[in-house]
C-alpha cells in the first residue's frame, strides 16, 4: 500500500518503484516502463510507435530515444517540438493504439492552455534566424582558440597568471556557446520553460 502523503500526487498511480531502498536513474526508468503502457515501444499521448529504425537518424542525438524506450516519452515530445514536422512524421512509426489510458496529469487538447500557446509561440518565432552571424561564429572561435593557446603557454611556463586567463577565456567561450544555443533552440526553450512553469503551480490538468 503506498504511504500517505502530505500532497497527494496527481499522477493517476502510485509510481512503481519509487520506495525502493536503492534509487537510480536506471531504477526510475524501469518503474516508468512498467507503468506507462508503451508495451516496450515508445509512447506519445494515446498512440506506440517503434523508433528502433530511426533512433541513430534522431536529430537529438541517439542516446536519449535509447534511454526512454517502454515510456511515455508524451511531454518530452511536445517540449522539444514546437514545430509541426515532427508531428507530421510520426505517422511513418506509428504501431497501434494504447492498450491503457496514460499514467499522467498533463493532457495536450488543440484547443487548450499548451497547444495554444505552442501555435502562437511558433507564429511569433516564423522567419527568425536560429543561426549565429559570420562574426559571432569566429568571435567564438577565437575565444576558443585564445583558451587553448594560452593553457598550453601556462603549462609549459608554470605560469599562473596565463593559467587564469585561460580559464577567463573559457568562461567567455562557454557564454558565447550558450547564446548561440539559446538561439538555435529558442522554441524549445520557450516551450520548455512554460510547461516547467505550468508543472510547479501545480497544473493538475492541462485543457
Same mark, same amino acid.
Given at each position: 500500500?503506498?504511504?500517505?502523503?502530505?500532497?497527494?500526487?496527481?499522477?493517476?498511480?502510485?509510481?512503481?518503484?519509487?520506495?525502493?531502498?536503492?534509487? *537510480? =536513474?536506471?531504477?526510475?526508468?524501469?518503474?516508468?516502463?512498467? @507503468?506507462?503502457?508503451?508495451?516496450? +515501444?515508445? #509512447?506519445?499521448?494515446?498512440?506506440?510507435?517503434?523508433?528502433?529504425?530511426?533512433?541513430?537518424?534522431?536529430?537529438?542525438?541517439?542516446?536519449?530515444?535509447?534511454?526512454?524506450?517502454?515510456?511515455?516519452?508524451?511531454?518530452?515530445?511536445?517540449?522539444?517540438?514546437?514545430?509541426?514536422?515532427?508531428?507530421?512524421?510520426?505517422?511513418?512509426?506509428?504501431?497501434?493504439?494504447?492498450? *491503457? =489510458?496514460?499514467?499522467?496529469?498533463?493532457?495536450?487538447?488543440? @484547443?487548450?492552455?499548451?497547444?495554444? +500557446?505552442? #501555435?502562437?509561440?511558433?507564429?511569433?518565432?516564423?522567419?527568425?534566424?536560429?543561426?549565429?552571424?559570420l562574426g559571432a561564429l569566429a568571435l567564438s572561435d577565437f575565444f576558443c582558440g585564445?583558451?587553448?593557446?594560452?593553457?598550453?603557454?601556462?603549462?609549459?611556463?608554470?605560469?599562473?597568471?596565463?593559467?587564469?586567463?585561460s580559464g577567463f577565456f573559457l568562461a567567455i567561450t562557454i557564454i558565447a556557446d550558450?547564446?548561440?544555443?539559446?538561439?538555435?533552440?529558442?522554441?524549445?526553450?520557450?516551450?520548455?520553460?512554460?510547461?516547467?512553469?505550468?508543472?510547479?503551480?501545480?497544473?493538475?490538468?492541462?485543457?
Amino acid at each position: 500500500m503506498a504511504p500517505k502523503e502530505m500532497f497527494p500526487s496527481t499522477i493517476p498511480k502510485y509510481p512503481s518503484l519509487r520506495d525502493v531502498s536503492y534509487k *537510480s =536513474p536506471t531504477v526510475w526508468l524501469k518503474g516508468k516502463q512498467m @507503468d506507462d503502457g508503451a508495451e516496450g +515501444l515508445w #509512447r506519445i499521448h494515446d498512440d506506440l510507435y517503434d523508433f528502433s529504425n530511426w533512433v541513430r537518424n534522431h536529430p537529438g542525438g541517439s542516446d536519449w530515444l535509447t534511454l526512454t524506450k517502454g515510456t511515455d516519452i508524451t511531454e518530452a515530445f511536445e517540449c522539444h517540438h514546437i514545430s509541426v514536422t515532427a508531428s507530421l512524421l510520426l505517422k511513418h512509426f506509428h504501431v497501434r493504439r494504447a492498450t *491503457s =489510458p496514460r499514467n499522467s496529469p498533463y493532457t495536450f487538447h488543440e @484547443d487548450g492552455f499548451y497547444k495554444t +500557446l505552442q #501555435r502562437r509561440a511558433r507564429e511569433q518565432l516564423k522567419g527568425k534566424s536560429t543561426t549565429g552571424t559570420l562574426g559571432a561564429l569566429a568571435l567564438s572561435d577565437f575565444f576558443c582558440g585564445a583558451t587553448l593557446a594560452l593553457a598550453v603557454v601556462a603549462a609549459s611556463k608554470s605560469c599562473y597568471l596565463t593559467g587564469m586567463l585561460s580559464g577567463f577565456f573559457l568562461a567567455i567561450t562557454i557564454i558565447a556557446d550558450i547564446i548561440s544555443s539559446i538561439r538555435k533552440t529558442t522554441s524549445e526553450c520557450i516551450t520548455s520553460t512554460f510547461l516547467s512553469c505550468l508543472r510547479k503551480i501545480g497544473g493538475s490538468v492541462m485543457h
